[in-house]
């Protein structure tokens, strides 16, 4: 005795097979676009935090100059009072 599928069987197995097939190429497609997308903005994030940082190291260099600069004027009134 042979049954033939239904419509709807035949329709259920045909959405599966694209389905099947589909999905994981859906994911790949998302996984190959986030990974630069989020590459970038952390690329981006951590340029702007080295600018910071490389901003806070020239004021540390332009603070020590002063406080040398400072330093060398007290030592030199300090010798002349002094000698």
């Known amino acids: 005795m042979l049954v033939a599928d239904s419509p709807l069987v035949h329709f ?3 959405l ?3 389905l099947a ?3 994981p190429v ?3 497609v998302m ?3 986030f990974i ?4 970038w903005r952390r690329m981006r994030l951590l340029r702007k935090q080295m600018g ?3 901003e806070k190291l020239e004021l540390s260099e332009h603070q020590l100059k002063r406080q040398d600069t400072i330093l060398d004027r007290v030592v030199a009134e300090h010798e002349g009072k002094i000698g």
């Not at 630069?36 to 590459?39: E, G, K, R």
């Open 12 to 14: 259920l197995v045909i």
């Open 16 to 18: 599966i097979n694209v």
């Open 21 to 23: 097939l589909l999905v």
């Open 26 to 28: 859906v994911g790949l």
């Open 31 to 33: 996984v190959i676009y």
């Open 36 to 39: 630069p997308w989020y590459s």
């Open 52 to 54: 910071v940082e490389e």
